[in-house]
């Protein structure tokens, strides 16, 4: 006996043995329980999903002389007939059918009764293949067919089916089959067979069948002729995937920004063989294990991994960021669909890792989001009192040449000591801006090159040199901007409004402070009703009460818009903008 492959030595020949869709099958049975059997139908979902078993079991229950529960009973003369091969049941492949003369021979031919049963059918798959030409040709049939005819459009893409062809069926809807469902029929499949089997490796092939029992039949078909047992290892070796060690370290150095060792191993992926647009779906399955890790508590039931591989995914999950993680499954999501149109996929699929591991380059929102997010878990690690980690240096200042150091360490007098540190005198800031029309204020004496440390109690109840002290030398934007930095780092929980006002230039227009940035989303955040009032109540501390944050880009569009202006104005002479 010739080889049968699963999908076919398993297709289901009653009602009861289809997987999942209970909807379609509940409106066939009580159609054929009642005798209210229509004469066309519309059969749509996707491929693998059961259109064609459907078709087939609705067929032969038609004519079947005792159904049982709406299905065929497979023991009367009229199923006998019908499981071989018979005029009664006539299958179509439009595909390769498509063409007008077909459907004009089919319309010829309905008009003979069945031979052994009740109904003729016709199964026509893959409808949406057929010509405009066609179409019309079966749409007089279809609507008013014979008694004895009945029609079955099955289709993947039921879009591309004429409207007049569409309202004169009945549609019926298949749907993708849950992977636990496909889990389920593929265990039953294996013992059936006596086949040993691991629960991580049936729920791998369920995976990847995508919701399609034909796509799921045909992998496991592959996984069993790896080995004699249905391992996990196999499963991913058949799949051409890269090993799991490989991607848990490649997608955990992505979410934790180590670039150097994210490159690295996606390297080594790829020399092993690996092509780029499998790992690059091995990555985006990874990111989104690492996701239902973190965001899901049955994380573990719905994975369905094995336990030490669940544990490096659980690790992963622990320690990585949620906006860096859907971060880095958009870039790749993106770069899966650039990679068709890509002359080199490999260095697509490097630039791509090394924009997901280092947010810091990156000026848009999500990437500025995180840092955002890590200053804050800084700050929030000052505040507990972790100790600073000093950072490295990127440069180094070239030490002098060994006879000159020499030199100056046998001609040069040793430094003075330093005084301790507790009889430096308390740092003053300066006084605050002073508006135009404000008197002047008379500046205090000098302080004394050292004081005497001041008891507790004397420096608690005078703030003198917190909120007066000496007056600022210029009233310039700079030094204004200055002590208002000093400020508003001394406030509690202010870190990322610090962090974020570091990098604003300051400068006056008449009583106004005027901060500029070139980052819209460093503008939008500190005029935030967040971190606005805050801003308000420092400048407010030290006397000033006309302050704005501006984005750079709005005044250079105000400046063109003016230059452009002045050209139109004097179009009759050379206008040089310098």
């Known amino acids: 006996m010739a080889h049968l492959s699963l999908y076919r030595k398993y297709r289901p020949a009653t009602f009861d043995k289809i997987v999942r869709q209970e909807h379609v099958v509940r409106v066939l049975t009580n159609q054929i329980e009642r005798g209210e059997v229509g004469h066309a139908y519309l059969f749509t979902g996707p491929r693998g999903t059961g259109k064609t078993s459907v078709a087939r079991i609705f067929a032969r229950a038609v004519n079947c002389e005792h159904p049982v529960g ?65 179409f019309n040709a079966l749409l007089k049939t279809l609507e008013e067919p014979p008694a004895h005819a009945i029609f079955i459009l099955a289709t993947t893409e039921p879009h591309k089916i004429p409207a007049t062809i569409l309202s004169r069926c009945m549609r019926l809807d298949f749907k993708l089959i849950p992977e636990e469902d496909l889990e389920r029929h593929l265990a039953g499949i294996l013992d059936e067979m006596g086949r040993p089997y691991e629960p991580e490796a049936v729920a791998a092939i369920a995976r990847a069948g995508a919701g399609s029992d034909r796509d799921m039949l045909s992998i496991a078909e ?106 880095a499954t958009e870039i790749f999501a993106r770069t899966e669909t650039e990679l068709r149109f890509a002359s080199s996929p490999r260095i697509s699929l490097e630039t791509a890792i090394l924009r997901a591991a280092t947010p810091q380059i990156d000026r848009g929102d999500d990437a500025l989001l995180l840092r955002i997010a890590a200053l804050e878990q800084k700050v929030a690690a000052l505040a507990a009192g972790a100790p600073v980690m000093a950072q490295p240096r990127s440069e180094r200042v070239p030490e ?155 005044d250079r569009s105000i400046e063109k818009d003016g230059i452009r202006k002045l050209k139109e104005d004097f179009a009759d002479y050379p206008v040089e903008i310098k």
């Open 70 to 134: 709406g299905s065929p009973c497979g023991k009367c003369p009229t199923c006998l007939a019908l499981a071989d091969n018979s005029l009664d049941i006539v299958e179509i492949d439009a595909a390769s059918n498509n063409g007008v003369g077909e459907m004009r021979d089919l319309r010829d031919k309905v008009q003979y009764p069945p031979v052994s049963g009740k109904y003729k059918v016709y199964i026509i798959d893959e409808v949406h293949m057929l010509t405009d030409s066609a």
């Open 400 to 554: 002098p040449a060994p006879a000159l150091r020499a030199t100056q360490e046998d001609e040069l007098p040793p430094l003075p000591e330093p005084p301790p540190f507790d009889d430096v005198p308390p740092w003053e800031p300066p006084e605050p801006l002073r508006s135009p029309k404000a008197p002047e204020r008379a500046k205090p004496a000098p302080a004394p090159a050292f004081e005497e440390k001041k008891p507790p109690e004397a420096s608690s109840s005078s703030g003198a040199a917190e909120t007066g002290g000496a007056s600022v030398p210029d009233d310039s934007p700079e030094a204004v901007f200055g002590l208002f930095l000093r400020r508003l780092r001394k406030l509690p929980k202010s870190g990322v409004a610090y962090a974020l006002c570091r990098d604003l230039v300051p400068s006056r227009e008449g009583e106004t402070l005027v901060l500029t940035t070139d980052v819209r989303t460093v503008c939008d955040t500190l005029n935030s009703e967040r971190h606005l009032p805050v801003l308000r109540e420092v400048f407010s501390g030290i006397g000033i009460d006309q302050f704005e944050v501006r984005f750079a880009g709005a």
């Open 222 to 327: 592959m996984c069993l002729a790896y080995g004699d047992k249905l391992t996990y290892a196999g499963v991913t070796s058949v799949l051409g995937s890269a090993d799991f060690a490989t991607n848990a370290k490649l997608v955990g150095a992505i979410l934790s920004g180590e670039m150097p060792t994210a490159l690295s191993v996606a390297e080594d992926a790829l020399k092993s063989g690996k092509s780029v647009g499998v790992l690059l779906k091995d990555l985006l399955e990874m990111l989104n294990e690492v996701a239902i890790a973190k965001m899901c508590s049955n994380a573990e039931k719905l994975l369905a991994l094995p336990g030490e591989f669940y544990a490096q995914v659980a690790q992963i999950a622990s320690n990585a960021d949620g906006r860096a993680v859907l971060r």
